[in-house]
């Protein structure tokens, strides 16, 4: 008797994912495959800027604006054809949301721009899409002392999901549950720091609209206007700097400016007193040191000066 061979054969089965996210401007790569002998592969609705490669059983393509494409994949073989849809997300790049920062991206799916929740009615950064114990990560470097500020939002399951600001890894705040549009200062110390905003889950529940968002984010280093003055530290809450003061200045004092127009004595030299200091009778020292506290609810320019007269 010759041999029999029991060949199965069932149903094509495609195996891709349902959702699909990228950046605008990535080059789209979509990966499938389909097992069960297809006789014949083939796409409906795939826009036209998207190709399917049968063979290498990839989709590929450049996406020309941001948006949401359906399309459906089938597979056909001698025994029934069976389709799958797929939802392509294409998401604006990050662009004006903030002056002179470089943003990088980690975690689980990208932070992107949109115009649907802003503060300044433009568009404003969003968390990327995240399930239960991920998290979407926003970060750069700064260099301090300066100072930030940026308005944030989040809709979350309160006090398990929640959209964090850090630096250097160390939580400075965070905000959960349901907060519209806030707007936070934050002080940057001096030297090199890691900044980065978080939207984070927790193991298991959702509730609002699973996001956060951050607009406007301003970055100003601290401007020091004097040659003869210099910051040697900062902190969250005082900066710290040392100055030399001439002999032949008979007084002195350092005011302080957040626009650069409005000056106004610091207590600094003066022990209570915040206008002039005279030239003590055994005169100014060679360097003087002094700490000017800050307030993080203030406008995050900080300009320093160091007025003396003759
Ligand atoms: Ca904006
Ligand atoms: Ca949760």
Do not use: C
């Amino acid at each position: 008797m010759d041999k029999v061979e029991i060949l199965y054969t069932g149903s094509p089965e495609i195996t891709i994912n349902k959702e699909f996210s990228f950046t605008l401007g990535d080059e789209i790569k979509i990966p499938f495959s389909v097992s069960n002998n297809p006789n014949s592969i083939g796409a409906d609705n795939l826009p036209e800027w998207l190709t399917i490669d049968q063979n290498q059983a990839v989709i590929t393509g450049n996406a020309p604006e941001e948006g949401t494409y359906n399309f459906s994949i089938w597979a056909e073989n001698s025994l029934n054809r069976v389709s799958q849809d797929v939802a392509l997300f294409i998401i604006k790049p990050l662009n004006e949301e903030s002056n002179s920062l470089n943003w990088e991206f980690a975690g689980n799916a990208n932070w992107f721009s949109q115009e649907n929740y802003t503060h300044d009615q433009k568009s404003a950064a969003q968390s990327g899409q995240i399930i239960d114990d991920q998290y979407s990560s926003l970060w750069t470097n700064v260099t301090g002392p300066g100072s930030l500020s940026f308005w944030w939002k989040v809709s979350s399951e309160e006090d398990y999901d929640f959209l964090s600001v850090r630096l250097d890894g160390e939580y400075i705040d965070y905000i959960s549950g349901d907060i519209d549009w806030q707007n936070k200062n934050i002080r940057i110390p001096i030297g090199n720091h890691l900044l980065e905003f978080i939207y984070t889950k927790d193991v298991s529940e959702s509730a609002g609209l699973d996001a956060g968002w951050i607009d406007e984010i301003t970055y100003i280093r601290d401007e020091i206007l004097n040659a003869n003055l210099e910051i040697i530290s900062a902190s969250l809450d005082s900066i710290r700097i040392k100055f030399s003061i001439d002999s032949s200045f008979s007084r002195a004092r350092i005011v302080k400016s957040y626009d650069g127009i409005t000056w106004t004595p610091t207590l600094i030299l003066s022990n209570g007193n915040s206008e002039w200091v005279n030239k003590p009778a055994e005169g100014w020292g060679i360097m003087n040191e002094a700490n000017i506290p800050l307030n993080n609810l203030e406008n995050p320019t900080l300009l320093i000066r160091l007025e003396t007269e003759k």
